[in-house]
């Protein structure tokens, strides 16, 4: 199983971005995708998740959204009025339903996003 994370970059406050998260290796749609974020010198923390109902899990409302294609095996996290707390480095995660580290079995690598202020 492969998850493949990408989007990040360097971006203003205000500004947005879309992270994608390819997945190969694995049955796609009958999995849970999560996003989870560590911010610098901070515990990895769970951001949002999508199950193969469309259920989701957000915990940034209202700027934050999950969505996934199962045609396509990929599960994006639009990211809208970034701010400078939402620096991070992104992960993409493929388990069970829920927002805790333990529900998911694979992690992708992880995409950068800065936000100036």
């Known amino acids: 199983v492969q998850l493949q994370a990408s989007g990040g970059g360097l971006v203003q406050a205000g500004d947005s971005l879309r992270l994608s998260c390819a997945a190969s290796g694995v049955t796609f749609y009958s999995y849970t995708m999560g996003w989870f974020r560590q911010a610098p010198g901070k515990e990895r923390e769970f951001v949002a998740a999508?199950?193969?109902?469309?259920d989701r899990l957000l915990s940034v409302k209202g700027r934050f959204t999950i969505s996934r294609d199962n045609a396509k095996d990929t599960v994006y996290l639009q990211l809208d009025n970034l701010k400078p707390e939402d620096t991070a480095v992104y992960y993409c995660?493929?388990?069970?339903?829920?927002?805790?580290?333990?529900?998911?079995?694979?992690w992708g690598q992880g995409t950068l996003v800065t936000v100036s202020s």
């Open positions: 999508i199950n193969r109902s469309g």
């Open positions: 995660a493929m388990g069970r339903y829920g927002s805790s580290q333990g529900e998911y079995e694979y």
